[in-house]
């Protein structure tokens, strides 16, 4: 792990695997979880890639900032990209992290071969209900949440008890700092891309869960209409796929980087 600091002089936490001379894939987490998220896609990728994880602000080992915007988190990915001499990369991230990879689409499409969105949205949930979680998790702490987070992370087929990685993330969520996941639900309830990425040219895959009950295959088929360069995958799993289903994302991820 090493402690960059990204354009504003804040320091971000990042991760390193595989051969630098490699080409690039960065992997961005969900919101209230930390790069310990991905362990399934390191072991998978850094043999031929050269990976890059981070915990994003307000989480892990990252700073903690009282107001945080989407182009906020999307400038992270780029100051981090900077450190590492990164020209261009494959971009993946899932859920808050898949609607910051459509930022970046926007705002630093130069940047990357290919952007996957996975178990995403343009517009994920409603602005009322991520303020209120965001007042209410600086209230009250994260505990309900954690109490109840697997309902909506794993489907019921899944044996998330027994599952080390999906133990570790639910450990993730319960550490977060309260005001960096209420920054990250503020980010949220003000992004909203919908009009926007149809401008998007890089080429992107939109990674959906069929059993999501949070980003839904409606949301992916909404992007994949929206973008003129964006394939669509659904893979059997709730909201975070990549755990739930590691060897399946990673055969629609790899297949897909394969071609960029």
């Not at 001379?21 to 930390?34: C, E, H, K, R, V």
């Not at 992270?76 to 609607?99: P, T, W």
Request: hydrophobic letters at 45%; a negative charge; one cysteine or more.
């Amino acid at each position: 792990m090493s402690l960059i600091n990204n354009r504003n002089g804040q320091q971000l936490a990042v991760y390193s695997f595989g051969d630098a001379a490699q080409p690039a894939i960065i992997f961005s987490n969900s919101l209230g979880t930390d790069h310990g998220m991905w362990q399934a896609q390191v072991a998978a990728f850094a043999q031929d890639y050269f990976v890059i994880c981070y915990d994003t602000r307000g989480h892990g080992k990252s700073v903690v900032t009282e107001n945080c915007t989407l182009t906020d988190l999307a400038n992270d990915v780029v100051d981090v990209l900077d450190h590492f001499k990164v020209e261009k990369a494959h971009f993946c991230g899932i859920s808050m992290g898949g609607i910051t990879g459509l930022q970046l689409g926007l705002s630093a499409p130069q940047r990357f071969l290919s952007i996957t969105i996975a178990n995403s949205a343009a517009k994920i949930g409603q602005e009322a209900a991520w303020l209120a979680r965001a007042d209410a998790v600086e209230a009250q702490g994260l505990a309900d949440i954690v109490s109840t987070t697997h309902t909506r992370w794993f489907s019921d087929k899944f044996d998330y008890i027994h599952d080390a990685v999906a133990q570790q993330t639910i450990q993730s969520l319960s550490v977060t700092p309260p005001k960096g996941y209420a920054a990250s639900c503020r980010a949220l309830a003000n992004a909203d891309l919908r009009d926007q990425i149809a401008q998007i040219q890089v080429p992107c895959l939109a990674l959906c869960g069929g059993l999501d009950p949070v980003t839904t295959v409606a949301d992916g088929e909404f992007m994949q209409a929206s973008m003129p360069n964006c394939e669509i995958a659904v893979v059997d799993a709730s909201h975070l796929s990549n755990i739930e289903v590691p060897q399946q994302f990673n055969q629609v991820f790899a297949e897909f980087v394969a071609k960029y």
